[in-house]
């Protein structure tokens, strides 16, 4: 298996209305964004911030295991 293109560890950064993973030298690997207004959630079909930060420690947790070489489950 070839070497990850991102250092590890990740790391989640909450900005604004999304969380972002990044890589240990601060590189922006997936953004996730979020509503917490119930109403405008709906119309531009985001998540909450709560579902939207799980996301993201799945995705970091799925990179993570890709590059340490561990299958995905």
């Not at 900005?15 to 119309?43: H, K, N, Q």
Request: hydrophobic fraction near 35%; avoid cysteine; proline fraction near 5%.
């Amino acid at each position: 298996m070839s070497e990850a293109p991102y250092a590890l560890p990740l790391r989640i950064r909450k900005s604004g209305e999304s969380y972002a993973v990044e890589d240990s030298i601060g590189i922006s690997l997936a953004y996730v964004y979020f509503e917490d207004e119930p109403t405008r959630r709906g119309l531009v079909k985001r998540l909450s911030s709560q579902d939207a930060q799980r996301v993201a420690q799945t995705i970091a947790r799925a990179l993570t295991e890709a590059a340490k070489g561990a299958p995905n489950n």
